[in-house]
């Protein structure tokens, strides 16, 4: 699109439409607990379902699957339930892409490939980001950073809410997805990966997130848009970063930074592509 439309005059509509969209390929990891401890879940972080032939796996920030039980079970949140929805640490494979000695420079990238059954449980429910189709585009000719609207999407911890249920018997968890919409700087190229930083502005520093915690593996999305006679569409969401670390908030600055699109579609897709669940 030609015309510049700033974040803060998109239509609600048009911002919900995104979100919707990008939730089916959004889940949170969850370390389980007894239910003597009278809290059955706590939230670990974020991923992005996603797929590289006929593997199926979750892309996510290496700090987070680093928290992932070596035995037994972890939660993976995909829509409300009753029950937390599990995974036997033994079908999936971990595979750890990346980790730097400077949690603010990174790298800081891994995988969760999954067995053929699980990611079959899985697809019921969500959608596996085929990212086979966008890399020669994504790698070659990626569209201008200005391009459409640009959205972090992942679950924010701080507010998680835990509310009683009705007659006073017990108390459910509410996990909340996140959907911050803004515009990247890109960072140097580091060695085989590449990096965007995702600012808040001041004006928009009263409505943030005082911590990002949570949104560690969260995706970082470019969402092309088009103008329809009078109305704003948004196309294909393009899969463009995996969020892992948050700045410092000060005086001048504010924000989050993540993986860019070669840590993805060449770093990740190779070891997806070469991993087995």
């Keep these: 699109m030609n015309d510049i439309v700033l974040v803060k005059d998109l239509p609600c509509a048009l911002k919900e439409?995104?979100?919707?969209?990008?939730?089916?390929?959004?889940?949170?990891?969850?370390?389980?607990?007894?239910?003597?401890?009278?809290?059955?879940?706590?939230?670990l972080g974020s991923g992005v379902l996603v797929s590289v032939g006929t593997k199926r796996a979750i892309l996510t920030a290496h700090h987070v699957v680093e928290e992932l039980p070596k035995?037994?079970?972890?939660?993976?949140?995909?829509?409300?339930?009753?029950?937390?929805?599990?995974i036997d640490i033994q079908g999936v494979a971990v595979v750890k892409i990346g980790r730097g000695t400077d949690d603010a420079v990174g790298p800081d990238l891994a995988a969760v490939l999954l067995?053929?059954?699980?990611?079959?449980?899985?697809?019921?429910?969500?959608?596996?980001?085929?990212?086979?189709?966008?890399?020669?585009?994504?790698?070659?000719?990626?569209p201008d950073l200005r391009d459409g609207v640009w959205?972090?999407?992942?679950?924010?911890?701080?507010?998680?809410?835990?509310?009683?249920?009705?007659?006073?018997?017990?108390?459910?968890?509410?996990f909340y997805n996140f959907?911050?919409?803004?515009?990247?700087?890109?960072?140097?190229?580091?060695?085989?990966?590449?990096?965007?930083?995702?600012?808040?502005?001041?004006?928009?520093?009263?409505?943030?997130?005082?911590?990002?915690?949570?949104m560690s593996g969260a995706g970082l999305w470019q969402v092309p848009l088009k103008r329809q006679l009078d109305?704003?569409?948004?196309?294909?969401?393009l899969l463009?970063?995996?969020?892992?670390?948050?700045?410092?908030?000060?005086?001048?600055?504010?924000?989050?930074?993540?993986?860019?699109?070669?840590s993805l579609y060449e770093v990740a897709y190779n070891c997806i592509s070469n991993g087995k669940p």
Excluded: M
Aim: charge should be neutral; include cysteine; glycine fraction near 14%.
């Design 179 to 214: 959907s911050g919409f803004g515009g990247p700087e890109t960072s140097p190229q580091i060695g085989g990966h590449d990096y965007f930083d995702f600012p808040v502005s001041h004006e928009g520093r009263a409505s943030s997130p005082a911590s990002w915690g949570g």
């Design 17 to 43: 439409a995104v979100v919707q969209d990008l939730t089916q390929y959004t889940v949170a990891f969850l370390r389980l607990k007894s239910a003597s401890d009278g809290d059955l879940a706590d939230l």
């Design 115 to 142: 067995a053929p059954q699980v990611a079959g449980a899985i697809g019921v429910k969500k959608t596996f980001y085929n990212l086979h189709s966008r890399r020669h585009q994504l790698l070659n000719n990626p």
């Design 151 to 174: 959205c972090a999407q992942g679950f924010l911890d701080e507010r998680t809410v835990v509310a009683p249920d009705s007659g006073g018997l017990g108390a459910t968890k509410y």
């Design 71 to 86: 035995a037994g079970r972890f939660g993976l949140f995909l829509d409300r339930t009753r029950e937390p929805h599990t």
């Design 231 to 237: 109305v704003l569409v948004h196309l294909a969401p």
């Design 240 to 262: 463009s970063g995996i969020l892992f670390y948050q700045w410092p908030t000060t005086e001048t600055e504010c924000g989050v930074r993540g993986h860019g699109r070669r």
